[in-house]
């Protein structure tokens, strides 16, 4: 046989994004799934088996360079979010120490126990990118602007020469993440409108109204994250309230048409997220809606509007978890509406289908002929044979993650 070919077997399969498959191989040749056989009549003796086989699972938000902070920060309800800036602050000063890079290995193991094969990572530190791309995960890479450090255009320029549109290897993209409406100021966003007109293909992500706090500090000047910047004597935004919802001041400030993602919307504007259709994405964090004790995301709201909803798990600094198989059984237990199929392609089709992947060309988060061999596969103790059983297989803490594949090859 073939080396580079390999035949999966398995019970069952969530296939195209829409088809909860049965008795199904899955061949891989080079790193690219080339066929599926329906039956299993005529099969090559298959180099796998498994119970259940999903489309390996896509982070779509992260920032690695947290994890070192793990069991460090404040949690709580929502109106502990300015504390929490406030811990982050003081804690990044002393840097992590000698846990610093011992954490992030902690946590690339975990993702990948937990399913994952590719990550959108948001980060400062250069070194915790690096540290990404020696993985075997895919990765996206978006570099964090604020104008909180220092001068504006000096900050981006720098950003964009690591974030040039040729991309390193090992990474399928690279971008920005212009943090938030509340620390990119006048200048930051008057240069960003400038590299963006130049740049018709350079992806931008931003955290947006993650915080009832964060639209009052917009709508009306005031409230906990206002209070948090006077008191901090941290530079505003804005010399005066815009009197608008944060996503309207993006708007109004000509940033909004190139938001391919926002990270968080737990608080959707007044013209809702109809923006976010494909090939656009939220990301809900539910790790970190939990850490926070945050009140319930308006997640059939969202998806009512045509958003593009993504899982993401934010960083060890604001959620228990980096598992991607976590954030599904968090999203399912709070969402008892969304089906097993709709739980899966958020963390596979979903952000596939988003900016963020699409536009590397590669073919991820789906099990067809064509696509990457990028593949979970799981024991369950139980058949999975529709959807409803889909949903139970993965919420169940019983089923396990017992195989993990990057482009055909083994990761775990
Ligand atoms: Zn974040």
Avoid at 233 to 240: A, G, T, V, Y
Avoid at 253 to 261: S, V
Wanted: glycine content about 8%.
């Amino acid at each position: 046989m073939n080396p580079a070919r390999r035949v999966i077997h398995a019970k069952a399969a969530w296939i195209d994004g829409e088809e909860l498959a049965r008795d199904i191989a899955v061949v891989i040749e080079s790193g690219v799934i080339t066929d599926l056989i329906r039956t299993s009549d005529h099969l090559d003796s298959p180099t796998e088996s498994c119970d259940l086989l999903l489309p390996g699972f896509i982070n779509a938000h992260c920032h690695l360079e947290y994890s070192w902070l793990k069991g460090r920060m404040p949690r709580g309800d929502n109106h502990s979010f300015p504390q929490w800036l406030e811990a982050i602050n003081s804690l990044k000063v002393d840097g992590g120490g000698e846990d610093y890079f011992p954490a992030m290995d902690r946590a690339l193991e975990e993702m990948i126990i937990g399913g994952t094969t590719c990550v959108v990572n948001s980060y400062v530190d250069a070194e915790s990118m690096e540290k990404l791309r020696v993985t075997p995960l895919r990765a996206v890479a978006l570099e964090e602007v604020l104008h909180l450090r220092g001068d504006a255009e000096s900050a981006l320029s720098g950003a964009l020469g690591r974030s040039d549109e040729d991309t390193a290897e090992g990474l399928l993209a690279r971008g920005l993440n212009p943090h938030a409406p509340y620390t990119v100021n006048g200048p930051m966003r008057a240069a960003l409108r400038a590299v963006l007109a130049q740049r018709p293909n350079l992806l931008t992500a931003w955290h947006l109204a993650e915080t009832a706090g964060e639209v009052e500090m917009f709508e009306s000047g005031t409230g906990e994250l206002m209070e948090f910047f006077q008191r901090n004597h941290i530079p505003l935004p804005f010399d005066q309230a815009p009197r608008a919802h944060p996503a309207d001041f993006m708007n109004h400030e000509g940033l909004w048409d190139r938001c391919d993602a926002v990270f968080h919307w737990n608080h959707p504007g007044p013209e809702g997220s109809s923006h976010f259709a494909a090939p656009r994405a939220v990301v809900h964090c539910p790790g970190t809606h939990a850490f926070f004790d945050r009140p319930p995301f308006p997640m059939k709201e969202i998806l009512a509007d045509g958003a593009n909803v993504c899982l993401g798990t934010d960083s060890l600094a604001s959620s228990d978890s980096l598992s991607m198989l976590e954030m599904i059984r968090l999203t399912g237990e709070s969402f008892p509406f969304l089906t097993g199929g709709e739980l899966v392609n958020m963390v596979t089709r979903n952000p596939a289908r988003s900016r963020l992947i699409a536009s590397s060309g590669a073919k991820l988060g789906t099990i067809s002929v064509g696509a990457e061999a990028d593949l979970v596969l799981f024991s369950h103790p139980t058949e999975v044979f529709d959807e409803p059983t889909l949903r139970q297989a993965l919420l169940a803490r019983v089923s396990q993650v017992s195989s993990v594949f990057v482009a055909g090859d083994h990761i775990l």
